[in-house]
């Protein structure tokens, strides 16, 4: 697994030394109380004798056995999704969750939206809910593209009708632009995210999809050095794009 390169970090108000485990994903809140008490944790180079203890997360130096704790209030992970995995926090065998050191999902990370169980590509992992929520909310129009191969050729007319939006009976898709490399593949983007769009907006036009591959979300940009499964922090760049989009 890779995971090179720095998360956007902030300057934390202050809070217990107990909570600030938990919020990197070092120790849970308990694990920090017996860690107390064994004398392995220490703030500004003295051994604490509490996990109440009150520190300012962006000023004070915590260690534990000896090694420093770097506070980071906010993460942010892109994962290449292998086929087979859901896209949940959910304490299951196959969730994206599981291909992750545990550190990220006790810091409250999570998948920020969803891709179908055979879908693969682009997920965004974090834990800060204010842009997830920018980046999901159908009033943004956050752009996803993906990669897809279907099993019927798709023509200039098929290709109106999804760049034109298209009534699948329940809602009209908005226009998604379409660029065929192939008759049989191309890149579709969108700015919607409803369930099983891609699928049945291929299926509507007489085609079926055969291999979905989401490589692009919010000007996030899929790592093509990742292989499935792989994943990594992102860079300050990457994370600004995401704010702005």
């Known amino acids: 697994m890779k995971n090179n390169s720095k998360s956007g970090l902030k300057n934390g108000g202050i809070m217990r030394l107990d909570r600030f485990f938990s919020s990197v994903g070092q120790l849970t809140r308990s694990e920090c109380g017996v860690a107390v008490k064994k004398?392995?944790?220490?703030?500004?180079?003295?051994?604490?004798k509490t996990a109440?203890?009150?520190?300012?997360?962006?000023?004070?130096e915590v260690t534990l056995d000896g090694e420093t704790v770097v506070w980071q209030e906010y993460y942010y992970l892109m994962l290449n999704k292998p086929s087979g995995y859901i896209s949940s926090t959910e304490n299951s065998e196959n969730t994206v969750m599981k291909?992750?050191?545990?550190?990220?999902?006790?810091?409250?990370?999570f998948p920020c939206g969803r891709l179908d169980i055979d879908t693969v590509g682009l997920l965004l992992i974090t834990n800060d809910g204010d842009t997830a929520h920018r980046l999901l909310s159908p009033k943004k129009h956050a752009l996803k593209s993906y990669r897809f191969r279907c099993s019927v050729p798709i023509g200039s007319d098929e290709i109106y009708a999804l760049e034109n939006g298209i009534d699948l009976g329940d809602f009209v898709t908005l226009p998604a632009k379409t660029e065929m490399i192939t008759p049989t593949e191309g890149i579709i983007s969108v700015t919607e995210g409803k369930f099983h769009q891609i699928k049945r907006m291929l299926f509507a036009v007489g085609s079926k999809i055969e291999f979905l591959e989401r490589i692009s979300f919010g000007g996030l940009e899929l790592d093509e050095k990742l292989d499935r499964g792989e994943w990594r922090e992102l860079t300050d760049d990457e994370i600004s794009v995401l704010k702005e989009a």
Request: aromatic share 4%; proline share 7%; charged share 25%.
């Open 39 to 48: 004398g392995r944790i220490t703030v500004n180079g003295e051994i604490v």
């Open 52 to 60: 109440s203890v009150k520190i300012l997360p962006c000023k004070d």
């Open 99 to 109: 291909l992750l050191p545990e550190k990220y999902s006790r810091a409250g990370c």
